[in-house]
């Protein structure tokens, strides 16, 4: 437990919520120890001991309730109410809430705006074959590109032979169609299919990136 921690402004010191193990009772199925999420047991020639007792969770039972023999009790439920009313920690509580609200909020905002940005479309690969007509096809998608903030990176020609490419061989290109301002670019990708639709060229494949 942390030198100053506090449950709602009341010092944990002050608060003698812990669970006690009757030794007699326990028969050491390491339950509690396995089930408390504070690490306030430790199994001690097999036997559970609250070695760190003001760890625990303030109004938490949990252990108790599953201890197949009923070895673990706690202090009456009154203190903790009667704790409430003298150190008025309602007006903490409420400042605490407003801040958890506010930080769930923020988390959600945080985690719609990671949504919008993975639905867009920022980058795209194509995969087109056919006659590319020497430099004829890669002029046009500068043209394409011009002024406009996407660009074609990864680009990758692969003709088969060179004597082929004269007879019209198809060769193969690929290349990835991406916005340089993370902007959606859907639209703009009507302007490549429509450029190969234009060069007679096949489009074997569109794969959003
Ligand atoms: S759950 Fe009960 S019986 Fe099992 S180890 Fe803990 S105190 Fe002992
Ligand atoms: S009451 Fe909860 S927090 Fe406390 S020791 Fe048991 S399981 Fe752990």
């Not at 002050?14 to 669970?19: A, S």
Request: charged residues 30%; glycine residues 4%.
């Amino acid at each position: 437990m942390a030198k100053d921690e506090t449950w709602h402004g009341i010092p944990r010191k002050d608060i003698p919520w812990f669970p006690t193990v009757d030794a007699d009772a326990c028969i050491g199925c390491s339950l509690c120890y396995t089930t408390c999420g504070r690490s306030v047991y430790e199994m001690r020639d097999n036997k559970a001991v609250a070695a760190k007792a003001m760890s625990c969770m303030v109004g938490c039972s949990t252990c108790g309730t599953v201890c197949p023999v009923e070895a673990i009790s706690f202090p009456d439920r009154d203190m903790i109410w009667k704790l409430e009313r003298e150190h008025k920690i309602f007006k903490v509580v409420r400042q605490e809430a407003k801040e958890k609200m506010a930080k769930q909020d923020a988390a959600k905002a945080r985690a719609a705006a990671e949504d919008a940005v993975a639905k867009l479309t920022t980058r795209v690969r194509f995969e087109v074959a056919g006659d590319f007509g020497e430099k004829r096809f890669l002029i046009q998608m500068e043209d394409l590109i011009k002024e406009k903030p996407v660009d074609f990176v990864n680009l990758r020609m692969d003709v088969p032979t060179v004597q082929g490419a004269r007879q019209k061989t198809p060769s193969f290109m690929s290349f990835d169609v991406t916005s340089t301002e993370q902007n959606d670019i859907q639209s703009f990708l009507d302007g490549v299919r429509d450029l190969i639709r234009r060069n007679a060229l096949t489009l074997v494949s569109e794969n959003k990136l």
